[in-house]
């Protein structure tokens, strides 16, 4: 067993990627972070394991990248209001709304949701790409639509 | 609880990351990352895939959107995993196969990379690609100028086992006695392109 070509790994999980990065930091920056999770992707490709779970990893260099955003937007002392908001496609207010309040989230349970929902991982994908159990999986992202729901309330 | 849920699975663009995909090529190109670079261009002889290395033109198949999965397989366990879609740096390669099929062109001047042939078959092949243009040679001959006049069999299989036809010319190379012989590519594209050189009425 080897590693799929590159161009397979980027067509199987380009999408998984961008919508994770649009739900974390918003659709410009995700531009950026998109380029530069698959170029660190790309260069540490040959030296992975054939057996690892592709789009977990993926996703584990995606967070990093969105982290690294979020910090340099800090260091730019830009309030997080001006973050620039998810794009929304079919334009319903409400859907907008959520993400907006997910990034309010503590961020544990922030990366659980976009891991599940937005990156549309099973949950045994959550667990790796958190480094976490499957069991802790699940109970981040059940903290974390039951803290989204009370703020949605609020 | 099952609202919030499907708000957030639904609220993102569908496939919006293409674009960038393709963008990511010409990054990665420009950061050295690319090891095989490969794009599938229409031919006369139908789609062919084309892939180069840092070297040069290392591959060229016939029927390349069918049998595109198993081209880049082979590619990335064979040579490196780092194997991307980059038309652009196919462009050298893609121009001189236009004249050449057009009737303008009677050599090739892309660098080759031979890394995929090893030996005799090696040999075979780099006395294959000094056969003019619209002349042919025989598998004993190129036997011979292989260092090994006997091995007219193997020169058979070498020449079917060329990874970058065309280019080299394997087709140009017949049966002692005239007959075609066989082509990797099926013996209707040797006919079409000994006709395209003139060989051939």
Redesign the interface.
Known sequence: MSLPPFQTFLDAHRETVFRYLVAMIGPDDAEDAFQETFISAMRAYPRLRPDSNLRAWALTIANRKAIDTIRARKRRAVPVEEVPEVAVRDGRPEDHDVWASARDLPASQREALLFRFAADLPYSDVAVALGTSEDAARQRVSEGIRTLRKALKA | ?RN??K????????????V??E??AA??DD?G?ID?A?TVEDSPVGPLLLASTKRGLVELGFDGDERL?LY??T???KL??????APARLDPVRRELDEYFSGKRQGFDVPLDWTLTHGFTQRILRATAKVPYGQVSTYRQMATKAGNAKAVRAAGNALGANPIPIVVPCHRILRTGGSLGGYGGGPERKEFLLRLEGFLE
Do not use: G, H
């Open positions: 609880m919030i849920e708000a957030l699975a639904q609220s993102l663009p569908a496939d919006a990351s293409r960038l995909a963008r990511f990054r990665a950061e990352l095989v490969y999965d880049l397989t590619l990335s366990a490196s995993p780092r194997v991307l879609e």
